[in-house]
Protein backbone atom coordinates (compact mmCIF):
# COMPACT_ATOMS: atom_id res chain seq x y z
CA UNK A 1 0.00 0.00 0.00
CA UNK A 2 2.78 2.02 1.20
CA UNK A 3 4.59 1.55 -2.38
CA UNK A 4 1.63 2.37 -4.31
CA UNK A 5 1.47 5.28 -2.52
CA UNK A 6 5.09 6.27 -3.34
CA UNK A 7 4.71 5.53 -6.92
CA UNK A 8 1.34 7.65 -7.13
CA UNK A 9 3.29 10.61 -5.89
CA UNK A 10 5.57 10.39 -8.82
CA UNK A 11 3.24 11.11 -11.60
CA UNK A 12 2.22 14.29 -11.73
CA UNK A 13 -1.53 14.32 -10.52
CA UNK A 14 -3.22 17.41 -8.26
CA UNK A 15 -2.33 15.35 -5.25
CA UNK A 16 1.35 15.29 -6.39
CA UNK A 17 2.01 18.70 -7.59
CA UNK A 18 0.57 19.77 -3.98
CA UNK A 19 2.81 17.14 -2.53
CA UNK A 20 6.39 18.35 -3.77
CA UNK A 21 5.17 22.10 -3.27
CA UNK A 22 4.64 21.65 -0.10
CA UNK A 23 7.66 19.61 0.94
CA UNK A 24 9.93 22.00 -1.14
CA UNK A 25 7.84 24.82 0.88
CA UNK A 26 9.61 22.55 4.06
CA UNK A 27 13.18 21.70 3.13
CA UNK A 28 13.61 25.33 1.61
CA UNK A 29 12.46 26.90 4.70
CA UNK A 30 14.43 24.90 7.05
CA UNK A 31 17.30 25.78 5.06
CA UNK A 32 16.66 29.69 5.37
CA UNK A 33 15.68 29.17 9.05
CA UNK A 34 19.01 27.91 10.28
CA UNK A 35 20.72 30.70 7.70
CA UNK A 36 18.38 33.15 9.09
CA UNK A 37 19.20 32.22 12.37
CA UNK A 38 22.98 32.89 12.07
CA UNK A 39 22.13 36.16 11.03
CA UNK A 40 22.80 35.99 6.81
CA UNK A 41 21.22 38.26 4.39
CA UNK A 42 19.28 35.17 2.65
CA UNK A 43 16.95 34.04 4.95
CA UNK A 44 13.51 31.95 5.23
CA UNK A 45 11.82 33.38 2.41
CA UNK A 46 14.75 33.52 -0.17
CA UNK A 47 15.72 29.87 0.47
CA UNK A 48 12.63 29.07 0.12
CA UNK A 49 11.12 30.61 -2.44
CA UNK A 50 14.39 29.47 -4.63
CA UNK A 51 13.20 26.00 -3.37
CA UNK A 52 9.73 26.00 -4.62
CA UNK A 53 10.31 27.39 -7.93
CA UNK A 54 13.02 24.91 -8.63
CA UNK A 55 10.60 22.58 -7.97
CA UNK A 56 7.98 24.38 -10.30
CA UNK A 57 10.36 23.95 -13.18
CA UNK A 58 11.15 20.38 -13.03
CA UNK A 59 7.47 19.94 -12.64
CA UNK A 60 6.87 21.99 -15.39
CA UNK A 61 9.58 19.98 -18.24
CA UNK A 62 8.03 16.35 -16.60
CA UNK A 63 5.07 17.66 -17.69
CA UNK A 64 5.92 18.64 -21.49
CA UNK A 65 7.93 15.42 -21.44
CA UNK A 66 5.34 13.80 -20.93
CA UNK A 67 2.38 15.01 -23.35
CA UNK A 68 4.88 15.67 -26.24
CA UNK A 69 6.05 12.18 -25.70
CA UNK A 70 9.84 12.98 -26.13
CA UNK A 71 12.24 15.06 -25.60
CA UNK A 72 14.75 16.50 -22.56
CA UNK A 73 12.18 17.19 -19.43
CA UNK A 74 14.76 19.80 -18.35
CA UNK A 75 16.28 21.47 -21.25
CA UNK A 76 13.86 24.29 -21.28
CA UNK A 77 13.41 24.84 -18.06
CA UNK A 78 17.04 25.04 -17.54
CA UNK A 79 17.34 27.51 -20.09
CA UNK A 80 15.07 30.21 -19.04
CA UNK A 81 16.52 29.60 -15.04
CA UNK A 82 20.57 30.33 -16.47
CA UNK A 83 18.77 33.77 -17.95
CA UNK A 84 16.66 35.17 -15.62
CA UNK A 85 19.96 35.12 -13.11
CA UNK A 86 21.22 37.87 -15.11
CA UNK A 87 17.62 39.66 -14.28
CA UNK A 88 17.20 38.92 -10.52
CA UNK A 89 21.33 39.51 -10.03
CA UNK A 90 20.47 43.02 -10.91
CA UNK A 91 18.15 43.88 -7.92
CA UNK A 92 20.75 42.63 -5.70
CA UNK A 93 22.45 45.94 -4.32
CA UNK A 94 25.41 46.08 -1.37
CA UNK A 95 24.99 49.50 0.65
CA UNK A 96 27.37 52.10 1.79
CA UNK A 97 27.35 49.75 5.13
CA UNK A 98 27.99 46.28 2.95
CA UNK A 99 24.39 45.85 3.32
CA UNK A 100 23.30 43.53 1.10
CA UNK A 101 19.60 44.11 0.02
CA UNK A 102 17.26 42.84 -2.75
CA UNK A 103 17.74 39.04 -2.12
CA UNK A 104 14.14 38.07 -1.82
CA UNK A 105 13.33 40.24 -4.86
CA UNK A 106 15.62 38.45 -6.96
CA UNK A 107 14.38 35.32 -5.73
CA UNK A 108 11.05 36.28 -6.37
CA UNK A 109 11.55 37.13 -9.89
CA UNK A 110 13.26 33.96 -10.42
CA UNK A 111 10.01 31.91 -8.82
CA UNK A 112 7.90 34.16 -11.45
CA UNK A 113 9.70 32.89 -14.68
CA UNK A 114 8.98 29.57 -13.09
CA UNK A 115 5.33 30.19 -13.35
CA UNK A 116 5.54 31.62 -16.67
CA UNK A 117 6.97 28.16 -17.80
CA UNK A 118 4.25 26.61 -16.41
CA UNK A 119 1.50 28.41 -17.96
CA UNK A 120 3.03 28.65 -21.02
CA UNK A 121 3.18 24.32 -20.95
CA UNK A 122 -0.71 24.70 -20.13
CA UNK A 123 0.65 23.02 -16.65
CA UNK A 124 -2.10 25.38 -15.11
CA UNK A 125 -2.78 23.33 -11.60
CA UNK A 126 0.80 23.68 -10.95
CA UNK A 127 1.04 27.52 -11.87
CA UNK A 128 -1.59 28.11 -9.85
CA UNK A 129 -0.26 26.09 -6.55
CA UNK A 130 2.80 27.27 -7.26
CA UNK A 131 1.37 30.96 -7.39
CA UNK A 132 -0.28 31.19 -3.81
CA UNK A 133 2.46 29.52 -2.29
CA UNK A 134 5.06 31.80 -3.32
CA UNK A 135 2.49 34.49 -2.49
CA UNK A 136 2.40 33.28 0.95
CA UNK A 137 6.36 32.71 1.06
CA UNK A 138 6.62 36.63 -0.14
CA UNK A 139 3.77 38.20 2.35
CA UNK A 140 2.24 36.19 5.02
CA UNK A 141 6.05 34.40 5.64
CA UNK A 142 7.99 38.32 6.07
CA UNK A 143 6.30 38.16 9.33
CA UNK A 144 8.10 34.94 10.58
CA UNK A 145 11.01 35.98 9.04
CA UNK A 146 11.75 39.16 10.40
CA UNK A 147 11.11 37.77 14.15
CA UNK A 148 13.48 35.14 12.96
CA UNK A 149 15.89 37.93 11.92
CA UNK A 150 14.83 40.27 14.84
CA UNK A 151 15.68 37.45 17.74
CA UNK A 152 19.30 36.07 16.04
CA UNK A 153 21.85 36.30 18.75
CA UNK A 154 23.93 37.27 15.74
CA UNK A 155 23.64 41.49 14.77
CA UNK A 156 25.65 43.31 12.03
CA UNK A 157 26.02 47.16 13.28
CA UNK A 158 27.28 50.37 11.93
CA UNK A 159 28.37 52.09 14.52
CA UNK A 160 30.05 55.74 14.23
CA UNK A 161 33.04 56.41 17.53
CA UNK A 162 34.56 59.43 19.22
CA UNK A 163 37.82 58.01 18.33
CA UNK A 164 39.81 54.58 17.64
CA UNK A 165 40.06 54.46 21.48
CA UNK A 166 35.87 54.26 22.00
CA UNK A 167 36.00 51.15 19.78
CA UNK A 168 38.20 49.03 21.93
CA UNK A 169 36.39 50.37 24.84
CA UNK A 170 33.07 48.71 23.20
CA UNK A 171 34.89 45.85 22.20
CA UNK A 172 35.72 45.11 25.85
CA UNK A 173 31.97 45.95 27.36
CA UNK A 174 31.15 43.34 24.31
CA UNK A 175 33.41 40.76 25.40
CA UNK A 176 32.37 41.52 29.27
CA UNK A 177 28.67 40.36 28.53
CA UNK A 178 29.99 36.91 26.56
CA UNK A 179 29.56 38.52 23.21
CA UNK A 180 32.55 38.20 20.39
CA UNK A 181 33.40 40.92 17.69
CA UNK A 182 33.82 39.49 14.22
CA UNK A 183 34.54 40.51 10.73
CA UNK A 184 35.38 44.58 12.32
CA UNK A 185 36.32 47.08 9.67
CA UNK A 186 36.96 50.73 10.61
CA UNK A 187 37.24 53.88 8.60
CA UNK A 188 38.40 57.08 9.78
CA UNK A 189 35.36 59.90 9.27
CA UNK A 190 35.02 63.72 10.11
CA UNK A 191 31.78 65.07 12.68
CA UNK A 192 30.05 67.80 11.80
CA UNK A 193 32.09 69.72 14.62
CA UNK A 194 34.79 69.25 12.23
CA UNK A 195 36.71 66.62 15.04
CA UNK A 196 38.09 63.37 13.22
CA UNK A 197 35.90 59.86 14.55
CA UNK A 198 35.90 56.27 13.58
CA UNK A 199 32.96 54.48 11.96
CA UNK A 200 32.99 50.33 11.95
CA UNK A 201 30.99 47.87 10.81
CA UNK A 202 30.74 44.76 12.60
CA UNK A 203 29.43 41.50 13.19
CA UNK A 204 28.12 40.68 17.13
CA UNK A 205 27.33 37.38 18.22
CA UNK A 206 26.14 37.67 21.57
CA UNK A 207 25.21 35.10 24.23
CA UNK A 208 22.50 37.62 25.44
CA UNK A 209 18.90 36.34 24.66
CA UNK A 210 17.32 39.99 23.86
CA UNK A 211 15.53 41.71 20.59
CA UNK A 212 17.97 43.37 18.29
CA UNK A 213 16.22 46.89 19.46
CA UNK A 214 16.84 46.08 23.12
CA UNK A 215 20.67 45.34 21.97
CA UNK A 216 21.33 48.40 19.98
CA UNK A 217 19.93 50.12 22.87
CA UNK A 218 22.10 49.11 25.68
CA UNK A 219 25.21 48.66 23.48
CA UNK A 220 24.37 52.74 22.15
CA UNK A 221 24.12 54.15 25.84
CA UNK A 222 28.81 53.02 25.53
CA UNK A 223 30.64 55.51 26.24
CA UNK A 224 32.15 56.78 23.08
CA UNK A 225 29.34 55.75 21.04
CA UNK A 226 28.15 58.63 18.56
CA UNK A 227 25.37 56.86 16.66
CA UNK A 228 24.07 52.46 16.31
CA UNK A 229 22.52 51.22 13.74
CA UNK A 230 21.70 47.39 12.19
CA UNK A 231 22.31 46.68 9.30
Not at 77 to 104: D, Y
Not at 166 to 185: A, D, M, N, Q, T
Amino acid sequence: MVLESISYLREITLLSIMFRTGLSMLLGGLLGYERGKKGRPAGLRTYLVVCLGSSLAMMTGIYLAQMSGSGDAGRIAAQVISGIGFLGAGTILVTRQNQVKGLTTAAGLWAAACIGLALGAGFYSGAMIGFVAIWSSLGILSIIDSRIYNHSNVIHLYIEFENITSVSFFISKVREKGGIVRELETTKVKGADGKNGVSAIMELRLSEKKSHAEIIEAYGNIDGVLFIEKL
